[in-house]
């Protein structure tokens, strides 16, 4: 009983094996496809420069290094970065109850002088008949002097970066902004504003 098991186990194995190699023949296309593995390169350079950018920007995900490594050259598309990204262990864990800042703050301000720093943030409300609306706010921290106050409906990123560069030509650069990380603030317009205008 078990001679005959074993008899047909190889029997099984030798056709197996004969029909891999006869079928590409039979069927008309070629073996190197069908047995074709992919070889991924290692991108060593690559993943270490990810690594640079996500803890420079740790609260932003992959999307904000995929513009930065684009900027610098690197032909990478999203998927690719995503991928990069999760396999090295980079993503951010989602915490539930009460958000916990993810890196160290900015020090406070020590110059006392103008322009040494803004604050930005927004102010919600609606009107009576119940439309919402929002207000803007530039604040010099050292002066306390409101710069700018912008209403509107719905402000953007790019409505933001549009703002911000206003105010420059009229006030100066200052030499940092502060403010929190609403959608606003971490989108691509914001992304291309800052690393154009150098304002941390």
């Known amino acids: 009983?078990?001679?005959w098991r074993g008899d047909r186990s190889k029997a099984l194995?030798?056709?197996?094996?004969?029909?891999?190699l006869s079928a590409p023949s039979v069927v008309g296309p070629d073996r190197t496809g069908i047995r074709y593995r992919r070889c991924r390169p290692n991108d060593i350079h690559l993943r270490g420069r990810l690594w640079t950018l996500a803890g420079e920007r740790r609260l932003f995900g992959y999307r904000r290094p995929h513009v930065l490594l684009r900027r610098e050259?690197?032909?990478?598309?999203?998927?690719?970065?995503?991928?990069?990204?999760l396999e090295e262990g980079l993503f951010m864990r989602k915490w539930k109850g009460r958000k916990k800042a993810g890196g160290a703050r900015e020090p406070a301000l020590s110059v006392v002088m103008?322009?040494?720093?803004?604050?930005?943030?927004?102010?919600?409300?609606?009107?009576?008949?119940g439309q919402r609306f929002c207000i803007f706010n530039f604040i010099d921290d050292v002066t306390k002097e409101c710069l700018a106050a912008v209403v509107?409906?719905?402000?953007?990123?790019?409505?933001?970066?549009?703002?911000?560069?206003?105010?420059?030509?009229?006030?100066?650069?200052?030499g940092l902004i502060v403010s929190y990380h609403g959608t606003e603030f971490t989108s691509n317009a914001m992304l291309a504003w800052s690393e154009e205008a150098w304002v941390p």
């Open 1 to 3: 009983m078990r001679g």
């Open 13 to 20: 194995a030798c056709f197996c094996c004969s029909s891999s």
């Open 73 to 85: 050259g690197h032909s990478v598309n999203h998927k690719k970065t995503q991928r990069i990204y």
């Open 114 to 129: 103008l322009n040494a720093g803004w604050s930005v943030d927004f102010i919600h409300d609606q009107f009576a008949y």
């Open 152 to 174: 509107d409906t719905a402000i953007s990123g790019c409505h933001v970066a549009r703002e911000l560069k206003t105010l420059i030509e009229r006030h100066g650069k200052p």
